[in-house]
Protein backbone atom coordinates (compact mmCIF):
# COMPACT_ATOMS: atom_id res chain seq x y z
CA UNK A 1 0.00 0.00 0.00
CA UNK A 2 1.58 3.68 -0.98
CA UNK A 3 1.77 5.35 2.26
CA UNK A 4 0.97 8.65 0.42
CA UNK A 5 -2.45 7.28 -0.79
CA UNK A 6 -4.96 8.76 1.78
CA UNK A 7 -7.26 5.64 2.97
CA UNK A 8 -10.88 5.88 1.78
CA UNK A 9 -13.57 6.99 4.62
CA UNK A 10 -15.54 3.74 5.81
CA UNK A 11 -19.33 4.50 5.16
CA UNK A 12 -20.80 5.67 8.17
CA UNK A 13 -24.31 4.81 9.44
CA UNK A 14 -25.60 7.84 7.46
CA UNK A 15 -24.04 6.60 4.01
CA UNK A 16 -27.49 6.32 2.70
CA UNK A 17 -28.38 9.88 3.05
CA UNK A 18 -25.18 11.17 1.18
CA UNK A 19 -26.16 8.72 -1.38
CA UNK A 20 -29.65 9.92 -1.81
CA UNK A 21 -28.68 13.39 -1.65
CA UNK A 22 -26.37 12.71 -4.50
CA UNK A 23 -28.68 10.57 -6.15
CA UNK A 24 -31.48 13.61 -6.10
CA UNK A 25 -28.41 15.94 -7.37
CA UNK A 26 -27.25 13.74 -10.39
CA UNK A 27 -30.75 13.75 -11.82
CA UNK A 28 -30.98 17.20 -11.58
CA UNK A 29 -33.72 17.22 -9.15
CA UNK A 30 -33.76 20.82 -6.80
CA UNK A 31 -32.06 21.61 -3.49
CA UNK A 32 -35.89 21.62 -2.38
CA UNK A 33 -36.82 18.61 -3.67
CA UNK A 34 -33.67 17.59 -2.40
CA UNK A 35 -34.06 18.73 0.81
CA UNK A 36 -37.78 17.15 1.04
CA UNK A 37 -36.42 13.57 -0.38
CA UNK A 38 -33.58 13.49 2.28
CA UNK A 39 -35.68 14.59 5.10
CA UNK A 40 -38.48 12.06 4.92
CA UNK A 41 -36.21 9.40 4.62
CA UNK A 42 -33.95 10.88 7.83
CA UNK A 43 -35.45 8.23 11.11
CA UNK A 44 -37.08 10.22 13.25
CA UNK A 45 -37.12 12.68 15.30
CA UNK A 46 -34.99 14.19 12.07
CA UNK A 47 -31.79 15.31 11.97
CA UNK A 48 -31.11 18.71 10.54
CA UNK A 49 -27.14 19.17 10.87
CA UNK A 50 -27.09 16.16 8.87
CA UNK A 51 -29.65 17.60 6.41
CA UNK A 52 -27.83 20.43 6.30
CA UNK A 53 -24.54 18.87 5.66
CA UNK A 54 -25.68 16.63 2.73
CA UNK A 55 -28.08 19.30 0.49
CA UNK A 56 -26.56 22.26 1.82
CA UNK A 57 -23.06 21.29 0.23
CA UNK A 58 -24.15 19.10 -2.54
CA UNK A 59 -26.26 21.97 -3.93
CA UNK A 60 -22.97 24.39 -3.12
CA UNK A 61 -24.02 26.64 -6.84
CA UNK A 62 -27.15 26.71 -4.75
CA UNK A 63 -26.55 28.17 -1.77
CA UNK A 64 -23.06 30.25 -2.11
CA UNK A 65 -23.88 33.65 -2.49
CA UNK A 66 -21.31 36.21 -4.50
CA UNK A 67 -23.19 39.20 -2.35
CA UNK A 68 -22.24 38.00 0.90
CA UNK A 69 -18.63 35.82 -0.70
CA UNK A 70 -19.69 32.77 1.15
CA UNK A 71 -21.89 30.06 1.58
CA UNK A 72 -25.24 31.21 2.35
CA UNK A 73 -26.64 30.00 5.75
CA UNK A 74 -29.86 32.24 6.07
CA UNK A 75 -30.63 30.85 2.81
CA UNK A 76 -30.22 27.05 3.21
CA UNK A 77 -32.02 27.79 6.67
CA UNK A 78 -34.82 29.20 4.62
CA UNK A 79 -34.95 26.21 2.07
CA UNK A 80 -34.89 24.16 5.71
CA UNK A 81 -37.70 25.49 6.79
CA UNK A 82 -39.87 25.67 3.48
CA UNK A 83 -39.11 21.27 3.31
CA UNK A 84 -39.15 20.37 6.89
CA UNK A 85 -41.52 22.94 8.94
CA UNK A 86 -38.92 22.88 11.64
CA UNK A 87 -38.53 26.30 12.92
CA UNK A 88 -35.99 28.85 11.05
CA UNK A 89 -33.58 29.61 14.19
CA UNK A 90 -32.96 25.63 14.62
CA UNK A 91 -32.92 25.54 10.75
CA UNK A 92 -29.88 28.61 11.16
CA UNK A 93 -28.43 26.84 14.04
CA UNK A 94 -27.62 23.47 11.38
CA UNK A 95 -27.03 25.71 9.01
CA UNK A 96 -24.39 27.54 10.36
CA UNK A 97 -22.84 24.23 11.72
CA UNK A 98 -22.81 22.91 8.46
CA UNK A 99 -20.97 26.42 6.77
CA UNK A 100 -18.18 26.13 9.56
CA UNK A 101 -16.60 23.32 7.67
CA UNK A 102 -15.69 22.93 4.14
CA UNK A 103 -17.24 20.07 2.39
CA UNK A 104 -16.05 18.91 -0.89
CA UNK A 105 -12.58 20.61 -2.47
CA UNK A 106 -10.42 21.95 0.08
CA UNK A 107 -7.61 24.69 -1.76
CA UNK A 108 -5.57 25.97 1.30
CA UNK A 109 -4.85 29.46 1.95
CA UNK A 110 -1.87 27.76 4.46
CA UNK A 111 -0.37 24.89 5.64
CA UNK A 112 -2.61 25.01 9.22
CA UNK A 113 -5.90 24.63 6.97
CA UNK A 114 -7.60 21.89 7.83
CA UNK A 115 -11.32 22.33 6.40
CA UNK A 116 -12.31 24.90 9.03
CA UNK A 117 -14.23 27.46 7.55
CA UNK A 118 -13.48 30.58 7.60
CA UNK A 119 -9.51 29.82 7.56
CA UNK A 120 -7.13 30.94 9.91
CA UNK A 121 -3.59 32.19 9.83
CA UNK A 122 -2.17 34.02 6.71
CA UNK A 123 -4.43 33.84 3.60
CA UNK A 124 -2.13 34.90 1.00
CA UNK A 125 0.46 31.45 1.28
CA UNK A 126 -1.11 28.58 -0.30
CA UNK A 127 1.17 25.77 -0.53
CA UNK A 128 -1.82 24.37 -2.68
CA UNK A 129 -0.67 27.35 -5.92
CA UNK A 130 2.59 25.84 -7.34
CA UNK A 131 4.97 27.35 -9.98
CA UNK A 132 7.65 25.63 -11.19
CA UNK A 133 10.00 27.94 -13.49
CA UNK A 134 10.14 25.57 -17.11
CA UNK A 135 10.42 22.65 -15.61
CA UNK A 136 7.29 20.31 -15.25
CA UNK A 137 5.85 18.57 -11.95
CA UNK A 138 3.68 15.60 -12.07
CA UNK A 139 0.92 14.37 -9.60
CA UNK A 140 2.39 12.26 -8.02
CA UNK A 141 5.68 15.12 -6.55
CA UNK A 142 2.77 17.62 -6.49
CA UNK A 143 0.76 14.69 -3.85
CA UNK A 144 3.59 13.27 -1.98
CA UNK A 145 4.98 16.75 -1.10
CA UNK A 146 1.89 17.79 -0.14
CA UNK A 147 3.63 20.60 2.73
CA UNK A 148 6.13 21.72 0.45
CA UNK A 149 5.84 25.15 -1.14
CA UNK A 150 6.99 25.01 -5.02
CA UNK A 151 7.62 28.93 -6.40
CA UNK A 152 10.40 29.16 -8.70
CA UNK A 153 9.32 32.15 -11.03
CA UNK A 154 11.37 32.44 -14.11
CA UNK A 155 11.35 36.20 -15.64
CA UNK A 156 10.52 36.51 -18.83
CA UNK A 157 10.25 32.52 -19.96
CA UNK A 158 6.24 30.57 -19.91
CA UNK A 159 6.25 28.94 -16.48
CA UNK A 160 4.56 25.60 -15.40
CA UNK A 161 2.03 26.61 -13.01
CA UNK A 162 -0.34 23.73 -11.29
CA UNK A 163 -3.18 23.69 -8.17
CA UNK A 164 -4.10 21.19 -5.89
CA UNK A 165 -6.30 20.12 -3.43
CA UNK A 166 -8.04 17.32 -1.38
CA UNK A 167 -11.46 16.10 -0.65
CA UNK A 168 -12.09 17.13 2.60
CA UNK A 169 -15.13 16.24 4.98
CA UNK A 170 -17.68 14.66 2.41
CA UNK A 171 -18.13 11.30 2.51
CA UNK A 172 -18.91 10.89 -1.42
CA UNK A 173 -15.92 10.99 -4.58
CA UNK A 174 -15.60 14.10 -6.46
CA UNK A 175 -15.54 12.84 -9.82
CA UNK A 176 -15.32 16.10 -11.80
CA UNK A 177 -12.29 18.40 -10.41
CA UNK A 178 -11.09 20.90 -11.93
CA UNK A 179 -8.77 23.57 -11.49
CA UNK A 180 -8.81 27.44 -12.78
CA UNK A 181 -5.98 29.73 -12.20
CA UNK A 182 -5.49 33.65 -12.17
CA UNK A 183 -2.95 36.17 -11.78
CA UNK A 184 -2.88 39.30 -10.85
CA UNK A 185 -0.58 42.18 -10.11
CA UNK A 186 1.21 41.91 -6.54
CA UNK A 187 -0.11 43.38 -3.99
CA UNK A 188 -3.07 43.62 -1.72
CA UNK A 189 -6.71 43.57 -2.03
CA UNK A 190 -7.04 42.85 -5.71
CA UNK A 191 -10.55 42.61 -6.98
CA UNK A 192 -11.50 39.67 -9.77
CA UNK A 193 -11.90 42.40 -12.20
CA UNK A 194 -7.87 43.23 -12.19
CA UNK A 195 -7.29 39.40 -12.33
CA UNK A 196 -6.38 37.46 -15.59
CA UNK A 197 -7.07 33.64 -16.32
CA UNK A 198 -4.32 31.56 -17.37
CA UNK A 199 -4.80 28.75 -20.05
CA UNK A 200 -2.85 25.71 -19.54
CA UNK A 201 0.48 25.26 -21.05
CA UNK A 202 -0.69 23.72 -24.49
CA UNK A 203 -2.82 26.74 -24.91
CA UNK A 204 -5.93 24.79 -25.12
CA UNK A 205 -7.92 24.90 -21.93
CA UNK A 206 -8.94 27.41 -19.39
CA UNK A 207 -9.11 24.19 -16.96
CA UNK A 208 -7.20 21.51 -15.90
CA UNK A 209 -8.26 17.77 -14.36
CA UNK A 210 -7.73 16.98 -10.65
CA UNK A 211 -5.98 13.56 -10.35
CA UNK A 212 -4.90 11.34 -7.51
CA UNK A 213 -1.33 10.16 -6.99
CA UNK A 214 -2.53 7.16 -9.44
CA UNK A 215 -3.64 9.36 -12.25
CA UNK A 216 -7.51 8.52 -11.95
CA UNK A 217 -9.85 11.50 -11.61
CA UNK A 218 -11.85 10.03 -9.10
CA UNK A 219 -11.17 11.70 -5.82
CA UNK A 220 -12.26 9.71 -2.83
CA UNK A 221 -12.79 10.71 0.45
CA UNK A 222 -10.15 12.14 2.08
CA UNK A 223 -7.88 11.83 -0.74
CA UNK A 224 -5.17 14.47 -2.11
CA UNK A 225 -5.16 15.58 -5.67
CA UNK A 226 -3.47 17.83 -8.10
CA UNK A 227 -3.25 19.17 -11.72
CA UNK A 228 -2.73 16.79 -14.31
CA UNK A 229 -1.46 19.08 -16.74
CA UNK A 230 0.20 22.69 -16.35
CA UNK A 231 -0.65 26.21 -16.66
CA UNK A 232 1.68 28.52 -18.79
CA UNK A 233 2.31 31.59 -17.22
CA UNK A 234 4.57 34.14 -19.08
CA UNK A 235 5.12 36.96 -16.51
CA UNK A 236 6.02 40.10 -18.46
CA UNK A 237 9.10 41.78 -16.89
CA UNK A 238 10.56 41.29 -14.04
CA UNK A 239 7.91 41.81 -11.58
CA UNK A 240 6.10 40.14 -9.41
CA UNK A 241 2.86 38.73 -9.20
CA UNK A 242 -0.29 37.64 -7.16
CA UNK A 243 -1.71 33.37 -8.05
CA UNK A 244 -4.79 32.71 -7.57
CA UNK A 245 -5.54 28.74 -7.42
CA UNK A 246 -9.84 28.10 -7.68
CA UNK A 247 -10.95 24.56 -7.66
CA UNK A 248 -14.40 23.50 -9.12
CA UNK A 249 -16.02 20.45 -8.62
CA UNK A 250 -19.78 18.72 -9.45
CA UNK A 251 -21.02 20.55 -6.91
CA UNK A 252 -19.54 23.71 -6.90
CA UNK A 253 -18.62 26.26 -9.70
CA UNK A 254 -16.56 28.79 -8.01
CA UNK A 255 -16.28 31.07 -10.93
CA UNK A 256 -14.84 34.54 -9.32
CA UNK A 257 -15.13 36.15 -12.78
CA UNK A 258 -18.91 36.21 -12.45
CA UNK A 259 -18.65 38.40 -9.37
CA UNK A 260 -19.85 41.55 -10.07
CA UNK A 261 -17.56 44.46 -9.21
CA UNK A 262 -20.19 46.61 -7.59
CA UNK A 263 -20.14 43.90 -4.58
CA UNK A 264 -15.93 44.11 -3.99
CA UNK A 265 -15.50 46.25 -1.45
CA UNK A 266 -12.52 47.16 0.55
CA UNK A 267 -12.95 44.02 2.90
CA UNK A 268 -14.17 41.20 0.05
CA UNK A 269 -10.73 39.90 -1.02
CA UNK A 270 -10.57 38.92 2.80
CA UNK A 271 -13.38 37.49 3.32
CA UNK A 272 -13.49 35.41 -0.09
CA UNK A 273 -10.50 33.68 0.55
CA UNK A 274 -11.10 32.57 4.04
CA UNK A 275 -15.09 31.87 3.04
CA UNK A 276 -14.48 29.93 0.32
CA UNK A 277 -12.68 26.75 1.27
CA UNK A 278 -12.41 26.03 -2.52
CA UNK A 279 -9.61 28.91 -3.24
CA UNK A 280 -6.28 29.41 -2.42
CA UNK A 281 -3.96 32.87 -2.65
CA UNK A 282 -0.20 33.06 -3.14
CA UNK A 283 2.24 36.13 -3.24
CA UNK A 284 5.34 34.70 -1.43
CA UNK A 285 8.48 36.36 -3.63
CA UNK A 286 11.94 36.29 -3.81
CA UNK A 287 13.28 39.72 -4.17
CA UNK A 288 16.59 40.52 -5.79
CA UNK A 289 16.68 44.15 -6.00
CA UNK A 290 14.69 45.49 -2.97
CA UNK A 291 12.68 47.76 -4.99
CA UNK A 292 9.03 46.55 -5.92
CA UNK A 293 5.24 48.03 -6.72
CA UNK A 294 2.54 47.01 -4.44
CA UNK A 295 -1.21 47.70 -5.68
CA UNK A 296 -3.40 48.51 -3.58
CA UNK A 297 -7.32 49.70 -3.80
CA UNK A 298 -9.73 51.51 -2.21
CA UNK A 299 -12.98 49.50 -3.83
CA UNK A 300 -15.20 51.76 -1.80
CA UNK A 301 -17.26 54.84 -2.67
CA UNK A 302 -16.59 56.77 0.42
CA UNK A 303 -12.57 57.81 1.22
CA UNK A 304 -11.04 55.52 3.18
CA UNK A 305 -7.99 55.47 6.09
CA UNK A 306 -5.58 52.94 5.17
CA UNK A 307 -2.25 51.78 6.98
CA UNK A 308 0.56 50.14 5.65
CA UNK A 309 2.95 48.13 7.60
CA UNK A 310 6.43 46.72 7.12
CA UNK A 311 7.54 44.50 9.12
CA UNK A 312 11.41 42.86 9.30
CA UNK A 313 13.24 40.04 10.28
CA UNK A 314 17.03 39.73 10.36
CA UNK A 315 16.89 42.41 7.81
CA UNK A 316 20.64 44.10 8.27
CA UNK A 317 20.87 46.93 11.16
CA UNK A 318 21.30 50.26 9.26
CA UNK A 319 19.17 49.13 6.48
CA UNK A 320 16.76 52.10 4.89
CA UNK A 321 13.01 50.97 4.73
CA UNK A 322 10.86 53.14 2.78
CA UNK A 323 7.28 53.10 1.42
CA UNK A 324 6.00 55.97 -0.76
CA UNK A 325 2.66 56.68 -2.84
CA UNK A 326 3.79 59.31 -5.49
CA UNK A 327 0.33 60.36 -6.31
CA UNK A 328 -0.89 61.16 -2.70
CA UNK A 329 2.12 63.08 -1.57
CA UNK A 330 2.89 60.13 0.82
CA UNK A 331 6.19 58.61 2.12
CA UNK A 332 7.32 56.88 5.03
CA UNK A 333 10.97 56.12 5.52
CA UNK A 334 13.03 54.30 8.42
CA UNK A 335 15.71 52.56 9.86
CA UNK A 336 16.42 49.63 10.98
CA UNK A 337 17.96 48.74 14.42
CA UNK A 338 16.63 45.29 15.34
CA UNK A 339 16.14 42.07 14.08
CA UNK A 340 12.73 41.93 14.29
CA UNK A 341 10.83 45.44 13.94
CA UNK A 342 7.75 47.06 12.62
CA UNK A 343 6.91 50.21 10.48
CA UNK A 344 3.88 52.15 10.42
CA UNK A 345 2.82 54.70 7.60
CA UNK A 346 -1.11 56.60 7.50
CA UNK A 347 -2.65 57.53 4.83
CA UNK A 348 -5.89 59.07 3.53
CA UNK A 349 -6.96 57.50 0.24
CA UNK A 350 -9.97 59.02 -1.66
CA UNK A 351 -12.68 56.71 -3.05
CA UNK A 352 -12.57 54.56 -5.69
CA UNK A 353 -9.14 54.75 -5.68
CA UNK A 354 -6.35 52.66 -7.40
CA UNK A 355 -2.71 53.40 -6.58
CA UNK A 356 0.48 51.83 -5.96
CA UNK A 357 2.84 51.71 -2.89
CA UNK A 358 6.33 51.27 -3.92
CA UNK A 359 8.89 49.92 -1.13
CA UNK A 360 12.38 49.96 -0.74
CA UNK A 361 14.58 47.86 1.26
CA UNK A 362 17.69 46.92 0.85
CA UNK A 363 18.17 42.87 -1.25
CA UNK A 364 18.11 40.68 1.58
CA UNK A 365 19.89 37.70 3.11
CA UNK A 366 18.91 34.34 2.74
CA UNK A 367 17.78 34.31 6.45
CA UNK A 368 15.84 37.36 5.71
CA UNK A 369 12.22 38.68 5.32
CA UNK A 370 9.99 41.52 5.03
CA UNK A 371 6.08 41.59 4.66
CA UNK A 372 4.34 44.73 4.00
CA UNK A 373 0.51 44.80 5.23
CA UNK A 374 -2.40 47.09 4.18
CA UNK A 375 -4.65 47.40 6.83
CA UNK A 376 -7.95 49.53 6.80
CA UNK A 377 -8.84 51.68 9.85
CA UNK A 378 -12.53 52.42 9.77
CA UNK A 379 -13.49 55.06 12.41
CA UNK A 380 -16.87 55.52 14.50
CA UNK A 381 -18.46 57.77 11.66
CA UNK A 382 -17.33 55.15 8.86
CA UNK A 383 -20.57 53.47 6.59
CA UNK A 384 -19.01 50.17 6.81
CA UNK A 385 -17.89 49.62 10.36
CA UNK A 386 -21.54 48.40 11.24
CA UNK A 387 -20.94 45.52 8.76
CA UNK A 388 -17.46 44.27 10.09
CA UNK A 389 -19.32 42.35 12.84
CA UNK A 390 -18.32 39.24 11.15
CA UNK A 391 -14.75 39.62 11.13
CA UNK A 392 -14.04 40.65 14.38
CA UNK A 393 -16.24 37.87 15.51
CA UNK A 394 -13.85 35.27 13.46
CA UNK A 395 -10.86 37.43 14.09
CA UNK A 396 -9.55 39.25 11.12
CA UNK A 397 -10.32 42.50 12.38
CA UNK A 398 -9.54 43.62 16.02
CA UNK A 399 -11.13 47.03 17.67
CA UNK A 400 -8.80 49.17 18.64
CA UNK A 401 -10.51 52.11 20.84
CA UNK A 402 -12.92 53.79 18.11
CA UNK A 403 -11.24 52.73 15.53
CA UNK A 404 -11.48 48.87 14.21
CA UNK A 405 -8.96 47.63 11.77
CA UNK A 406 -9.14 45.09 8.95
CA UNK A 407 -6.10 43.48 7.33
CA UNK A 408 -6.88 43.74 3.44
CA UNK A 409 -3.98 41.56 2.31
CA UNK A 410 -0.28 40.61 2.76
CA UNK A 411 2.44 40.51 0.35
CA UNK A 412 5.82 38.66 2.06
CA UNK A 413 9.26 39.01 0.16
CA UNK A 414 12.34 36.70 1.15
CA UNK A 415 16.03 36.97 0.09
CA UNK A 416 17.76 34.10 -2.36
CA UNK A 417 17.29 30.57 -1.19
CA UNK A 418 20.67 29.13 -1.23
Known amino acids: MNMYAVPEVAAGPNQQYWDLGLKCFTQGDNAQTALKTVWRRLPPPGDLNLLAAIVGNLYG ?12 AELLATYMNAATGINQS ?5 ANTAYRLWYGMLVRCNTSNDGLIPKTGSFTASPDVLLNGVTTLDPYD ?64 QTADLVNINNQKVIRPGERSACDTSFGFEPTGSGHYCLIVCAQTEYFT ?15 STHWITYNGAAGWHNVNVSMTGEEPLVFYNNDDVPAKFRFVARTRNVPAGSEIAMRVADLDFAHVAEVTADDQEFV ?53 TEDGDETLVVLGDTHFVGAQN
Open 61 to 72: DTFWSDEKLQMD
Open 90 to 94: DCLKA
Open 142 to 205: MITKWDQTTWGPAPGLKNNTYGRGQNKNLQVPIKQGEIKIYYTSNGFNQPPSSWTQLFTYDGTK
Open 254 to 268: NDPASISGVQWNNSS
Open 345 to 397: GEIEVPANYEGTLDVNFPVLPDNASISYSLVWVVDSGNPAKGGLTRLLQDGYA
